[in-house]
Structure formats: structure tokens, C-alpha cells
């Protein structure tokens, strides 16, 4: 079993930048993939980004490709999600979660969620 805590959220303006944290309990977390979604009001939860077990995969959607990036450090239990180049569109919760099954861009392939931090960039 694994509990994430998300934190970093914030308020920014467009062109500015924020780095997330996904800290996770559990001595078993370096088994898993970790993913990052985010919600709009209104809107899905979407896929953004996700990391395999080990970090040698990573996979990003096509619409923060070049601006956001995925790391994880398994000897502090944590992930990390850089945000660089912040657009209004990017306003969202958002959620990391834990895989022990992949790391793909399906929500229902991750069964471990936190409970979200806010990321709001105005205009």
C-alpha cells in the first residue's frame, strides 16, 4: 500500500514556472510507476505525464511536451514535476497516482491517487 501527498500548487503568472511534489509512504514505492493528471472545473481528469518504475520511461502529453518535466528521487520517495512556461490553460488540480501495472496515460491503470494541489496561472 502506498499514500501520495501532493504539494507545490500555487498561484503564478502565464510564462512563470512552479515544481510539484508527490511524496509518497511506503517501502515499496520505488516499485511503482507514477503518473500526474490534472482536472479543469468542468473538464476530465487528464493525463500529463508519467514516469516508469525506475525513471528509464517517461511519457508526456503532446501538450506539455518541452515545458513540463517528470523526475523522482526513490531514496526520498518522491516526485517531482517541474512546470516551466505556465499557460492560463494549464489551471488544474493536479494529482499524482501510483501504478504497480505501468506507467501509461489510462487513469484506471492507477490505483493509488492523492488528494490534488491546486495550480492556478493567470493571464
Known amino acids: 500500500q502506498v499514500q501520495l501527498v501532493e504539494s507545490g500548487g500555487g498561484l503564478v503568472q502565464a510564462g512563470g514556472s512552479l515544481r510539484l511534489s508527490c511524496a509518497a509512504s511506503?517501502?515499496?514505492?520505488?516499485?511503482?510507476?507514477v503518473g500526474w493528471f490534472r482536472q479543469a472545473p468542468g473538464k476530465e481528469r487528464e493525463f500529463v505525464v508519467a514516469?516508469?518504475?525506475?525513471?528509464?520511461?517517461?511519457g508526456y502529453a503532446d501538450f506539455v511536451k518541452g515545458r513540463f518535466t517528470i523526475s523522482r528521487n526513490n531514496d526520498k520517495n518522491t516526485v517531482y514535476l517541474q512546470m516551466n512556461s505556465l499557460k492560463p490553460e494549464d489551471t488544474a488540480v493536479y494529482y499524482c497516482?501510483?501504478?504497480?501495472?505501468?506507467?501509461?496515460?489510462?487513469?484506471?491503470?492507477?490505483?493509488?491517487w492523492g488528494q490534488g494541489t491546486q495550480v492556478t496561472v493567470s493571464s
Open positions: 514516469i516508469s518504475w525506475g525513471g528509464g520511461s517517461i
Open positions: 511506503g517501502r515499496t514505492f520505488s516499485s511503482y510507476a
Open positions: 497516482a501510483a501504478s504497480l501495472r505501468g506507467s501509461g496515460y489510462e487513469k484506471d491503470e492507477y490505483d493509488h
